[in-house]
């Protein structure tokens, strides 16, 4: 009896703490789209293919850094790094979402631009959070718009 009486309460402590954070949300499958092309971009960033990157980059990523801006920008960018570890995709946010209705709960169309967060673990035991920005262009496809790191 003496044992039931410190488990009952450990146990509801346990659940109020996996609880308190909020329920998870899946990602849509537009989401997915979307974290599936920001990590297929990411195979030439990692590998220091800066060209290869720009050229799966939108248009407008394009418009705004130059080919070579980009190639020696990436370089010096990612050289104190080292190579990528480990990539875990985190928070979303849309951009250009419409508001919810009735017919239409929030998320479910998605905007002209989400922003996914990225927990990147780099050799040298160094993780910081890449923030890829996509943008729906208008063959649908979702493409890279933006690249920061930060930490």
């Known amino acids: 009896m003496r044992f039931s009486r410190f488990l009952l309460p450990l146990l509801a402590l346990a659940l109020l703490l996996l609880f308190a954070s909020g329920p998870v949300r899946a990602a849509t499958p537009d989401e997915q789209d979307a974290i599936n092309a920001a990590e297929q971009w990411l195979v030439p960033v990692d590998a220091g293919k800066a060209a290869d990157a720009w050229a799966m980059a939108s248009a407008s990523f394009k418009s705004t850094v130059g080919r070579e801006v980009w190639r020696s920008g990436l370089a010096d960018l990612r050289k104190p790094f080292g190579r990528v570890e480990s990539r875990k995709a985190g928070n979303l946010a849309h951009l250009g979402d419409a508001p919810a209705d009735k017919d239409r709960p929030r998320g ?3 905007g002209s631009r989400i922003t996914i967060l990225f927990e ?3 050799a040298g035991d160094k993780t910081v959070a890449e923030e890829v920005m996509l ?4 063959d649908g496809v979702w493409r890279v718009a933006g690249y920061f790191i930060r930490g």
């Open 135 to 138: 943008e729906r262009e208008k």
């Open 120 to 122: 990147t673990h780099f």
């Open 108 to 110: 479910s169309t998605v």
